[in-house]
Nanobody
Framework: QVQLVESGGGLVLAGGSLRLSCAASGSIFSINDMAWYRQPPGKQRELVATMTNRGSTDYADSVKGRFTISRDNAKDTVYLQMNSLKPEDTAVYYC??????????????WGQGTQVTVSS
């Protein structure tokens, strides 16, 4: 089993910054893609950013130029640097990881979610 533990959420003013962290622990052979999702109040979960194990990234249009996803493979950790935050960024943020446990087991895991609230 794998646990994804998120941290870094909180309450910030519009224009501020936060950095989210998500550390994976447990029985991990390797991690392929890692991603951040968010679920605004009353809305569906949406993909925010992804990063492959080769460093390729992709971002939702709404966060391009403001958010940066990164990862530290040695620590099995993915980060989301969020700058120029807007009230519309308010959501519960979830990390997601595609984890290879062995040659036979590959599963996706979700973090518990961390609340990000941006006030105007």
């Amino acid at each position: 089993q794998v646990q994804l533990v998120e941290s870094g959420g909180g309450l910030v003013l519009a224009g501020g910054s936060l950095r989210l962290s998500c550390a994976a622990s447990g029985s991990i052979f390797s991690i392929n893609d890692m991603a951040w999702y968010r679920q605004p109040p009353g809305k569906q979960r949406e993909l925010v950013a992804t990063m492959t194990n080769r460093g390729s990234t992709d971002y939702a249009d709404s966060v391009k130029g403001r958010f940066t996803i990164s990862r530290d493979n040695a620590k099995d950790t993915v980060y989301l640097q969020m700058n120029s935050l807007k009230p519309e960024d308010t959501a519960v943020y979830y990390c997601n990881a595609d984890i290879l446990h062995s040659s036979f087991v590959r599963l996706r895991y979700w973090g518990q979610g961390t609340q990000v609230t941006v006030s105007s």
